[in-house]
């Protein structure tokens, strides 16, 4: 069974519709035939007391039965408003009540859904008159009562996360470009033997293997492994000359190339990163990308 993710909200909220939906019975009882006879017996009894007062007062009962009228009337007004003030009270008493639940709602329901819902209660508070403003609220009710989180996307396969790619290529030509420009047989001076022969093997093997691919479209700087960036960029000459200006603090660095290498070895075996591996995949390969670009300017 799917745990409710408003379970801690619901009697509240419940509590709010239950409310709403008596308020809103309750003001629209009142405009039904049963205040129109109210209102047709007190216009009788005020002409009645209105000839009464004509025949001691003037003498003639049609005069006093129109003053009667027109007092009854007056009352009548001045009644159905404060009637209407009282009901919008209450009315926006249950607005400011589906509000606090809304608050509380709002950390599971999140930002869209919770802003769009503010916006609704918004304008229930905006309406004049009382059953408006609470079939507005119910609107926000319900729709908040009926809410259930998005389905989780199933990942069908365990593709290589686009910032990895990023990542090796954003490294791949800092090494080049900032190497090259100390020296341009840097392939040969700056890169360690062992890293050297291996990524060159590589590139041989390729070619070899699969001839009819063009190898040579691909320098062989992009044969090295992924180990092999943290060697060359702490090389000591290298990283003095070449890369301390670009990241500044070799530490940091070194432990996110770290806890990189793991994630990279995932991906390389069809093996699926956990959304936090992701995250951290992706803020690291931000970081890195970032230093890389601010230096190039």
Request: proline residues 6%.
């Amino acid at each position: 069974m799917t745990e409710d993710p408003l379970a801690s909200v619901r009697p509240q909220l419940q509590a709010v519709k239950w409310q709403a939906e008596q308020l809103l019975g309750t003001l629209l009882s009142t405009q039904g035939g049963g205040s129109r006879a109210g209102q047709a017996a007190a216009r009788l009894v005020a002409g009645e007391a209105g000839g009464a007062i004509s025949q001691e007062f003037f003498g003639r009962r049609r005069l006093g039965a129109s003053i009667g009228r027109a007092m009854v009337a007056d009352g009548q007004r001045t009644q159905r408003a404060n009637a209407q003030q009282l009901a919008r009270n209450q009315a926006l008493g249950v607005v400011a009540q589906a509000r606090q639940v809304l608050d509380a709602a709002a950390p599971v329901i999140g930002p869209r859904l919770a802003q769009s819902l503010r916006r609704g209660l918004a304008d229930a508070e905006a309406a004049q008159r009382p059953e408006t403003v609470v079939k507005r609220v119910l609107q926000v009710t319900v729709c908040l009562e009926s809410y259930r989180p998005p389905p989780r996307k199933l990942v069908e396969g365990p593709e290589a996360p686009e910032a990895l790619r990023l990542l090796e290529t954003g490294l791949r030509r800092c090494i080049d470009s900032r190497l090259s420009a100390l020296t341009p047989t840097w392939w040969m001076d700056r890169v360690p033997d062992m890293i050297r022969s291996q990524a060159e093997r590589r590139k041989a093997n390729r070619e070899k293997v699969w001839p009819w691919l063009d190898a040579g479209e691909h320098p062989v700087v992009e044969y090295l492994g992924f180990p092999d960036y943290a060697k060359i960029i702490f090389e000591s000459k290298n990283w003095d000359q070449a890369f301390a200006s670009v990241f500044v603090d070799a530490d940091a660095l070194r432990v996110k190339l770290r806890e990189l290498e793991p994630l990279r070895t995932d991906v390389a075996h069809s093996r699926r990163l956990s959304p936090a591996h992701r995250r951290r995949l992706e803020t690291y390969t931000e970081d890195i990308l970032g230093a890389i670009r601010s230096a190039s300017k």
